[in-house]
């Protein structure tokens, strides 16, 4: 893979090199280890744009080192760049197929799962994949791991505290089940909280683990270059024991399917081969 923050046709609106954009994504690598090269540069460099004229910066190394300095910055800027929009029970006709069809597959003959929620953001996709399996009498006996790079994220996660608006796709006896209002909040089930093992990770860099019966990565990979959806691709199949299904976005189709060792299962549902 090519070092993107090296590339010499890389160039500002003026039509010279932006060195100034270019010397903040070596530096954020360096110091964080987060590639956002690896990123969509328009929408990546659109979104901090805006984030560093909000907070006042006419340059992007006037406001990396504010950022280093600034824990709360440094924070914001995560969530910038991690895009903290979550839901519970997103595109609900998915998560029927997974509840329905694709579940109880894997669940079949297998004493023990393991599941995967990547870039699991502020908790809602994997405490919907504990709703379901507990529904089934599965939680019990299923390793759920869920991991984001973002330490504000998986704190609201842990807290387990959320806004209405994030329950619109909740089936009402479900949302009755699992939530209690709590002033003008809902609080997820105990049970499902102490269900889901939550860390930080940062999937472009860090090791992945294995033997996995089930992988969600969902509406993540629409942010990333051609090149790292293509390694990460083949890291999550890597991941996957024989006949495990990964499980990713309704904008997020994976064309060639087979260059990674996968085929497609139901819609947006994909089968590690063997």
Same mark, same amino acid.
């Given at each position: 893979?090519?070092?993107?923050?090296?590339?010499?046709?890389?160039?500002?609106?003026?039509?010279?090199?932006?060195?100034?954009?270019?010397?903040?994504?070596?530096?954020?690598?360096?110091?964080?280890?987060?590639?956002?090269?690896?990123?969509?540069?328009?929408?990546?460099?659109?979104?901090?744009?805006?984030?560093?004229?909000?907070?006042?910066?006419?340059?992007?190394?006037?406001?990396?080192?504010?950022?280093?300095?600034?824990?709360?910055?440094?924070?914001?800027?995560?969530?910038?760049?991690?895009?903290?929009?979550?839901?519970?029970?997103?595109?609900?006709?998915?998560?029927?197929?997974?509840?329905?069809?694709?579940?109880?597959?894997?669940?079949?003959?297998?004493?023990?799962?393991?599941?995967?929620?990547?870039?699991?953001?502020?908790?809602?996709?994997?405490?919907?994949?504990?709703?379901?399996?507990?529904?089934?009498?599965?939680?019990?006996?299923?390793?759920?791991?869920?991991?984001?790079?973002?330490?504000?994220?998986?704190?609201?996660?842990?807290?387990?505290?959320?806004?209405?608006?994030?329950?619109?796709?909740?089936?009402?006896?479900?949302? +009755?089940?699992?939530?209690?209002?709590?002033?003008?909040?809902?609080?997820?089930?105990?049970?499902? +909280?102490?269900?889901?093992?939550?860390? +930080?990770?940062?999937?472009?860099?860090?090791?992945?683990?294995?033997?996995?019966?089930?992988?969600?990565?969902?509406?993540?990979?629409?942010?990333?270059?051609?090149?790292?959806?293509?390694?990460?691709?083949?890291?999550?199949?890597?991941?996957?024991?024989?006949?495990?299904?990964?499980?990713?976005?309704?904008?997020?189709?994976?064309?060639?399917?087979?260059?990674?060792?996968?085929?497609?299962?139901?819609?947006?549902?994909?089968?590690?081969?063997?």
């Amino acid at each position: 893979m090519r070092d993107l923050t090296s590339d010499p046709v890389r160039v500002s609106q003026e039509g010279v090199p932006d060195s100034d954009y270019l010397g903040f994504i070596k530096n954020v690598k360096q110091h964080t280890g987060i590639d956002l090269a690896q990123y969509k540069e328009a929408q990546m460099k659109r979104r901090l744009t805006t984030l560093r004229n909000k907070n006042g910066f006419s340059t992007f190394a006037s406001f990396y080192t504010a950022m280093i300095a600034n824990k709360p910055l440094f924070y914001e800027f995560l969530d910038k760049m991690t895009i903290n929009v979550s839901e519970f029970w997103r595109n609900p006709n998915r998560w029927e197929t997974l509840r329905d069809v694709v579940l109880p597959e894997l669940a079949s003959g297998n004493s023990r799962l393991r599941i995967w929620s990547a870039a699991c953001s502020t908790g809602e996709e994997p405490y919907t994949l504990a709703m379901i399996l507990n529904d089934h009498g599965l939680l019990q006996r299923t390793y759920l791991l869920a991991t984001d790079i973002d330490d504000g994220a998986l704190g609201k996660a842990a807290d387990g505290l959320y806004l209405e608006r994030s329950l619109k796709d909740v089936p009402p006896d479900v949302v +009755k089940r699992y939530f209690t209002p709590d002033g003008v909040m809902y609080r997820i089930d105990s049970q499902l +909280k102490k269900a889901v093992t939550f860390k +930080k990770q940062n999937m472009l860099l860090d090791e992945f683990e294995d033997g996995f019966d089930l992988i969600v990565c969902r509406n993540v990979m629409i942010y990333f270059t051609e090149e790292a959806k293509q390694m990460l691709y083949h890291k999550f199949a890597k991941s996957l024991r024989p006949g495990g299904v990964l499980f990713v976005g309704s904008t997020e189709q994976i064309f060639s399917p087979g260059n990674y060792g996968l085929e497609a299962s139901e819609t947006f549902f994909y089968r590690k081969k063997g």
